[in-house]
């Protein structure tokens, strides 16, 4: 009898910790859509708790609104550097007026496998760590964040998209 009542129990604790558990984001997602996912309590949190220096969005926004930009952020909603740096950066983003609605999202597996993904886009990625937001020009890859800021993600950004030199924690 002793037996049967944890076996019950540990069958509730997994009932309940599956029901509570959130689903993972895989694949390409609107932030429209990310936003009205149940992720959207904690990306409002971090979203609201961050605020980025006044004087570098201004300089990031002129930046922003002279060049033509395309920005891939692959992300997972298990990880904590995602949850943390996403928010950051598409308040930022918005700070700056840059359009989000062009935000590329992908969601990653912890394997960090991107749902499908040719070879050759696999290739051009090549994801190591998460978060990677990846910035381009006319198709071409400038830079890239990875994981955490090298100083600030503001800074780290206009950096990156006013092309000076900026390597991120993980590169040669």
Not at 65 to 74: P, R, S, V
Not at 144 to 167: C, G, H
Request: net charge negative; hydrophobic share 40%.
């Amino acid at each position: 009898m002793k037996q049967i009542k944890k076996i019950v129990f540990i069958g509730c604790l997994l009932l309940v910790n599956f029901c509570l558990a959130q689903e993972n984001v895989l694949g390409e997602i609107s932030l429209e859509d990310f936003k009205a996912s149940e992720h959207n309590a904690w990306f409002e949190r971090y979203y609201n708790a961050y605020q980025p220096s006044e004087e570098v969005v201004k300089e990031l926004a002129h930046t922003l609104a002279n060049n033509n930009f395309e920005i891939e952020a692959y992300f997972g909603t298990w990880c904590p550097d995602s949850r943390r740096e996403l928010p950051r950066l598409v308040k930022l983003l918005d700070e700056a007026k840059w359009d989000t609605s062009q935000l590329k999202l992908v969601g990653v597996d912890r394997s960090k496998k991107i749902p499908n993904a040719s070879k050759e886009e696999k290739k051009r990625i090549q994801l190591k760590m998460i978060p990677t937001f990846i910035f381009s020009s006319e198709n071409e890859e400038i830079n890239r964040f990875v994981e955490y800021a090298v100083e600030t993600i503001e800074k780290d950004v206009l950096m990156i998209t006013q092309q000076k030199d900026y390597k991120n924690p993980y590169a040669k």
